[in-house]
């Protein structure tokens, strides 16, 4: 049973534009949100995270959004540029604090 | 400064062969973490270690998967009598604790390991 879900696998966006990736969870424990970006043969690397006591967290051209009541968080890349182009995984973690638990990515193409 | 390194970078292994896996974390990080990471899949939990202590095993598939952090800083993961289906990209990760709480969780590159 997959807890954290990101039901789109690819996402194709023009240059300048904005993209939106989108997140759902199931777990009501989860209290801290993470995306990560992967390149290729390479490990993912944290991009921007988000604690449930918040609903929008900002950092350049990226923001989150999360809606707790409907367990969705997005994040949204304005303006999107071809280097953004990587593979986006969505993360959680519980009060616990230690493991993150994935969903299973969007590919997202910026084509220039 | 230097991020996490995972070596081998690929290993090729016949089903039976034992491996293992090293990850050298962030100097001074508290946390390391293992992840599998199966094709077009996100990263699964296997492991934690809270300096050279093994807090949670839980996502340890079975009892051939073996971790060890002896001096709380390289970490080895021990696969043993591979299977086919040990076949992934394991992933390591470090972090550092902040009022008691992981947060980010800083990757390697990851070891891909195929078992044919």
């Known amino acids: 049973d997959q807890q954290v879900k990101q039901n789109s696998p690819s996402l194709s966006v023009q240059e300048g534009r904005i993209s939106i990736l989108n997140c759902d969870y199931t777990?009501?424990?989860?209290?801290?949100f993470l995306w990560y970006k992967k390149y290729p043969a390479e490990g993912p690397t944290f991009l921007i995270s988000?604690?449930?006591?918040?609903d929008k967290n900002e950092d350049g051209r990226f923001t989150v959004f999360l809606n707790k009541s409907a367990k969705h968080l997005s994040l949204h890349i304005v303006p999107s540029q071809p280097g953004d182009s990587a593979v986006y995984f969505c993360?959680?973690?519980?009060?616990?604090?230690?493991?993150?638990?994935f969903g299973g990515g969007t590919r997202l193409m910026v084509k220039p | 400064g230097a991020g996490v390194s995972q070596s081998p970078r690929y290993k090729v292994a016949k089903r039976g062969q034992d491996v293992a896996l090293r990850c050298d974390p962030i100097?001074?990080?508290?946390?390391l973490f293992w992840y599998q990471q199966a094709l077009g899949q996100g990263p699964e939990f296997l492991t934690y270690?809270?300096?050279?202590?093994?807090?949670?095993k839980s996502g340890l598939p079975s009892d051939r998967f073996f971790a060890e952090r002896p001096e709380g800083s390289v970490s080895t993961l021990k696969i043993q009598r591979t299977q086919q289906e040990d076949s992934a990209v394991y992933l390591c990760?470090?972090?550092?604790?902040?009022?008691?709480?992981?947060?980010?969780?800083?990757f390697g590159p990851g070891t891909r390991l195929t078992v044919t």
């Open positions: 270690f809270q300096n050279e202590a093994q807090l949670d």
């Open positions: 100097s001074g990080h508290v946390s």
């Open positions: 777990n009501s424990m989860f209290d801290y």
């Open positions: 993360a959680a973690s519980d009060g616990a604090g230690n493991m993150l638990t």
């Open positions: 988000i604690s449930s006591i918040k």
């Open positions: 990760a470090s972090s550092t604790k902040t009022s008691g709480r992981d947060h980010e969780q800083y």
